[in-house]
């Protein structure tokens, strides 16, 4: 019989100890419910300070200097105007809520958001951590962290380009549209920003010298690489002349160079100057990079010099 009782009294303890420790970890409480309900609200641009305490303190991406609740809703109001359109993903998003050692309540949550840039219509999405401490059922703090360098470049360009003079806005819009012509492979495209004397020389050997050249030189690849991206990096424009750094990828499922396909991805780095005409045409492209980083990509036998 005692035997029996201490059974009993020991399952009892079990379960109120599972029962407490379950509550220290959740993926449904209330607290969960008004965090799904201030992303909403972002979203919505509704923006309610009732959820948070007055003396609520938020940081963002920063370990000292606080907003205020009221500060929080100019915050985004004031990034809302550089976006044509803005928010969180319903993309799996994960919450949670813990209680810690200090009897402190914690919501987690994991997003991701998208924006569009109203100025030059640039998609940017990026992963968000926000976390969440409640008392009360009231928000007391608030701490975002994500990575900003995606979109402080992106503003950077519009902001650079706002600076731009006509001459050099003509130059950029055609570097836009060579970089559009090479990812969609459109040669109608390519040739519409070339004057006729166009040349391109690829690590000082002349490879190009007209547009008809070129459009052929660009099917090459596109033959081999259906998949084929030119992604700029940096663009500094000096007066006529464009210093241009590019990264080109592509998986190798076409013949390329008189080698049979190989399936194989490469990625590479180079480097053009671009010389443009008083109407903002291309006429000539200095192109650097290596060579040997694709064929060693690509699995190809280096060929051996003779001694």
Same mark, same amino acid.
């Given at each position: 019989?005692?035997?029996?009782?201490?059974?009993?009294?020991?399952?009892l303890?079990?379960?109120?100890?599972?029962?407490?420790?379950?509550k220290?970890?959740?993926q449904?409480?209330?607290?969960?419910d008004?965090?799904?309900?201030?992303?909403?609200?972002?979203n919505?641009k509704?923006?309610?300070i009732?959820?948070?305490?007055?003396t609520?303190?938020?940081?963002?991406?920063? !370990? $000292?200097? /606080?907003?205020?609740?009221? &500060?929080?809703?100019?915050?985004?109001?004031?990034?809302?105007?550089n976006? #044509?359109?803005?928010?969180?993903?319903?993309?799996?998003?994960e919450?949670?809520?813990?209680?810690?050692?200090?009897g402190?309540?914690?919501v987690?949550?994991?997003l991701?958001?998208?924006?569009e840039?109203?100025?030059?219509?640039?998609?940017?999405t990026?992963?968000?951590?926000?976390?969440?401490?409640?008392?009360e059922g009231?928000?007391v703090?608030?701490?975002?962290?994500?990575?900003?360098?995606p979109?402080l470049?992106a503003?950077?360009?519009?902001? !650079? $380009?706002? /600076?731009?003079?006509?001459? &050099?806005k003509?130059?950029?819009?055609?570097?836009?549209n060579?970089?559009? #012509?090479?990812?969609?492979?459109d040669?109608?495209?390519?040739?519409s920003?070339?004057?006729?004397?166009?040349?391109?020389?690829d690590?000082g050997?002349?490879?190009?010298?007209?547009?008809s050249e070129?459009?052929s030189f660009?099917?090459l690849?596109?033959?081999?690489?259906?998949?084929?991206?030119?992604?700029?990096?940096n663009?500094?424009?000096?007066?006529?002349?464009?210093?241009?750094?590019?990264?080109?990828?592509?998986?190798?499922?076409?013949?390329?160079?008189e080698?049979?396909?190989?399936?194989? &991805?490469?990625?590479?780095?180079?480097?053009?100057?671009?010389t443009?005409?008083?109407?903002?045409?291309?006429?000539q492209?200095?192109?650097f990079y290596?060579?040997?980083?694709v064929?060693?990509?690509?699995?190809?036998?280096?060929?051996?010099?003779n001694?």
């Open positions: 019989m005692l035997r029996s009782v201490i059974a009993i009294g020991l399952i303890l079990l379960g109120s100890s599972c029962e407490s420790q379950e220290r970890y959740t449904d409480s209330p607290e969960i008004i965090v799904k309900s201030l992303i909403k609200n972002y919505d509704t923006y309610d009732g959820m948070y305490a007055d609520s303190e938020t940081r963002y991406n920063s !370990t $000292n200097g /606080s907003l205020s609740p009221s &500060e929080v809703i100019a915050y985004h109001q004031e990034n809302d105007a976006f #044509a359109s803005r928010g969180f993903l319903d993309n799996e998003p919450y949670e809520m813990i209680v810690n050692d200090d402190e309540v914690w987690n949550c994991w991701d958001w998208k924006g840039l109203a100025a030059n219509k640039e998609v940017i990026i992963p968000i951590h926000l976390t969440y401490q409640f008392k009231k928000i703090r608030e701490i975002g962290l994500w990575d900003r360098a979109l470049v503003l950077q360009k519009i902001a !650079t $380009n706002n /600076s731009m003079n006509a001459d &050099e003509a130059i950029q819009a055609t570097i836009t060579i970089a559009k #012509a090479w990812n969609t492979n040669v109608e495209l390519m040739n920003n070339m004057a006729s004397n166009l040349t391109r020389s690590n050997n002349v490879i190009a010298r007209n547009p070129y459009g660009m099917e690849y596109h033959s081999a690489f259906p998949d084929f991206k030119v992604a700029i990096d663009t500094v424009i000096q007066g006529n002349k464009a210093h241009l750094h590019w990264t080109c990828t592509g998986t190798n499922t076409g013949q390329f160079m080698n049979k396909p190989t399936g194989k &991805e490469i990625k590479t780095h180079g480097y053009s100057i671009w443009f005409d008083n109407s903002g045409k291309a006429i492209e200095e192109a290596d060579n040997l980083v064929y060693q990509q690509l699995g190809y036998s280096m060929p051996t010099l001694n």
